[in-house]
């Protein structure tokens, strides 16, 4: 009876809301939440506890959807991978906006759940909701694709009193139309890097990849001036530290890219004592133009996210790589790390085209490649890939995708034996995550790398914070603490100034070991 009873009052809230918000008149209170991340590779949930982080990144979408809306409104953000959600956060708002990746799924669906009970309105876009819309028939509006051109169509139908279920486009709206986000939101302390983003779209058609279906393969950049407002609030509000240039393929227009942003960047950052350093995404062509790369580096750029996916030469013709094919793999990484880039590597089993020593050759390109932030993970068709309807013609599609690739779940029938694939994967983590191979790859790559660009170091709090706690955790109670302490002396004694690095990569260690329960 006490349910039912619940239930009727949530109706009854939610009549009288619809009621009187009917008109943009009223400000209306706004809640954004961000669903809470499982434990995967790229949370970094364990490597954080080393600095008193809650989060690696904020949410950018839900902070730039945050500017769009009326300024009046008063907004407030829950970001779950900070902090929890609280009924009275809910009760306080006539609207909860979420936004989420497939990964997220399972908080998502929590928090509409308890959103429901309440009696409050649930208006849901990001990646989730656009591929996966007519899964969610309890939400009350679906902003879906890009927000610039969905929002303010929702907004106009809301001031007239008649908002609709679903809104969709097939257009791609120009970045000019994209405000700073609302970092008033958040408190800068909670998260390791801060983001920003300079382009949607890439050039290339992997056959796995759901970026084109969902930004096209037309590349759209802010413009410089765009860039450098956002670097500039940035530093007035005072952050100092990383920031992630969240593109999916940051060299995607190589032209604006080279003429326009990164002199601006150069410029600003020497006006501004380098006081940011900055990490990416990009295609591995990168490597082919050096005038680009010391662009990067002298941009403040430390670090660059490349999917490389197998060394295999028929699994990259097999998803559409073309990129990747006829050139020297290994060299183009090499090149990047020479001109002081860390690259991050983003390595994929499951083709159809993958041989039996697919494993074994993963392993060794790893190690000898010397990225020692290797993500591997098995292979998965997301909605709207090209690979997902092949996959579907061949009837051999199954029916969860849980958007974690690293949680041993696949979501299609593979040409490889299941078990041998699982029992391949489990091999190659261990072959490169246990820690002998790890500290080795790390030392090797400390080893060689060279300071193309010398930084000021800024020593902060956390870094003494993470050092102790390295000591602790990994140099006393880790079972591996025989090779942190080899890596400590040698680095300090050898390699003084890669210090610093040689901590934060054995951190990395201790999450991905972690992550997967090694030991």
Request: hydrophobic share 40%; proline share 6%.
């Amino acid at each position: 009876m006490r349910k039912k009873e619940q239930k009727n009052k949530a109706l009854e809230r939610k009549e009288k809301n619809y009621s009187e918000n009917s008109s943009l008149e009223k400000n209306l209170k706004i809640l954004l939440v961000y669903p809470e991340y499982p434990e995967t590779f790229w949370s970094f949930r364990y490597a954080l506890q080393f600095v008193s982080k809650r989060a690696a990144y904020p949410p950018l979408g839900l902070l730039t959807v945050a500017s769009l809306l009326p300024p009046s409104w008063p907004k407030r953000l829950v970001d779950l991978n900070v902090r929890p959600l609280k009924d009275s956060d809910i009760a306080w708002a006539d609207y909860v906006f979420i936004s989420a990746m497939v990964v997220q799924k399972k908080s998502a669906q929590d928090v509409i759940r308890r959103c429901r009970q309440q009696g409050v309105r649930i208006v849901a876009g990001g990646p989730l909701f656009t591929e996966y819309w007519a899964d969610y028939p309890e939400v009350d509006h679906l902003i879906l694709n890009e927000a610039e051109i969905t929002l303010p169509l929702f907004l106009q139908d809301l001031r007239q009193g008649n908002p609709q279920k679903v809104y969709q486009s097939s257009d791609f709206p120009a970045l000019s139309l994209t405000p700073p986000p609302l970092w008033s939101l958040i408190r800068f302390r909670d998260y390791m890097s801060m983001n920003l983003q300079f382009s949607r779209g890439c050039p290339f058609d992997c056959e796995f990849c759901d970026i084109t279906a969902l930004y096209g393969r037309r590349v759209r950049v802010k413009s410089a001036e765009q860039v450098i407002n956002e670097l500039e609030n940035l530093y007035e509000l005072g952050w100092r530290g990383n920031i992630f240039f969240v593109d999916d393929n940051f060299i995607g227009n190589k032209k604006v890219l080279k003429k326009e942003v990164l002199p601006a960047m150069i410029e600003w950052m020497r006006k501004r004592k380098h006081p940011f350093s900055f990490n990416t995404e990009a295609s591995i062509n990168l490597s082919d133009d050096d005038e680009l790369i010391q662009m990067m580096v002298k941009a403040g750029f430390v670090s660059v996210f490349v999917g490389i996916e197998s060394p295999d030469l028929d699994s990259l013709k097999e998803c559409h790589k073309f990129q990747n094919i006829k050139r020297d793999l290994l060299g183009s990484v090499r090149k990047l790390q020479a001109y002081g880039l860390e690259v991050t590597g983003g390595f994929i089993v499951g083709f159809d085209h993958d041989p039996p020593h697919i494993f074994h050759k993963q392993i060794e390109f790893i190690q000898k490649s010397k990225i020692v932030t290797a993500m591997v993970g098995l292979l998965n068709a997301p909605r709207n890939t090209r690979l997902y309807q092949r996959l579907k013609k061949e009837g051999r599609l199954l029916p969860h995708l849980t958007g974690n690739n690293t949680d041993f779940t696949i979501n299609f029938i593979p040409k490889m034996d299941y078990q041998v694939l699982i029992d391949g994967y489990r091999k190659i983590i261990e072959g490169i995550y246990s820690c002998r191979p790890y500290y080795q790859r790390v030392k090797e790559y400390l080893a060689q790398k060279s300071l193309s660009v010398r930084r000021p170091f800024r020593l902060r709090l956390y870094h003494l914070e993470a050092l102790v706690k390295s000591i602790f955790l990994l140099g006393i109670k880790d079972k591996g603490r025989l090779y942190y302490w080899k890596l400590f002396w040698w680095t300090l004694l050898r390699k003084p100034t890669q210090f610093p690095q040689a901590i934060i990569f054995s951190i990395y260690g201790y999450h991905f070991r972690k992550v997967f329960r090694l030991q």
